[in-house]
Nanobody, 129 residues
Framework: QVHLVESGGGSVETGGSLRLSCAAS???????????MGWFRQAPGKEREGVAV????????YVVDSVKGRFTISQDNSKRTVYLQMNMLKPEDTAMYYC???????????????????WGQGTQVTVSS
């Protein structure tokens, strides 16, 4: 059974930084798509959106325009862990952040949440102005 556990969320002021971690267990990298893990977020009253995801077997990344230049995704396959370094945080980054894995490709776009089978419980990020 696959488990994704996020950590690293918290409250910061505008311009601050946080580093999120997602540790996967029970997850095997059997196909190239299995390396397509990443991060989504959902703010109250809004749809879940893809923030940063590894694509193409982990060889490249999809990053939503609103965080480009500020957020960086990385992973340590030996530790089955994906990270999201978030710098220059803004109040609009406030959301619950979720780790996702098990990419299916059934829907258009790597940032589509329906493309992922496995989800963590989420970690809250709050940015105050």
């Amino acid at each position: 059974q696959v488990h994704l556990v996020e950590s690293g969320g918290g409250s910061v002021e505008t311009g601050g930084s946080l580093r999120l971690s997602c540790a996967a267990s029970g997850y095997s990298y059997s196909t190239a798509c299995d390396y397509c893990m990443g991060w989504f977020r959902q703010a109250p009253g809004k749809e879940r959106e893809g923030v940063a995801v590894f694509v193409n077997g982990g060889g490249s990344t999809y990053v939503v325009d609103s965080v480009k230049g500020r957020f960086t995704i990385s992973q340590d396959n030996s530790k089955r862990t994906v990270y999201l370094q978030m710098n220059m945080l803004k109040p609009e980054d406030t959301a619950m952040y979720y780790c996702a894995a098990g990419y299916t490709g059934l829907y258009s776009g790597y940032g589509h949440p329906m493309n992922y089978n496995y989800w963590g419980q989420g970690t809250q990020v709050t940015v105050s102005s």
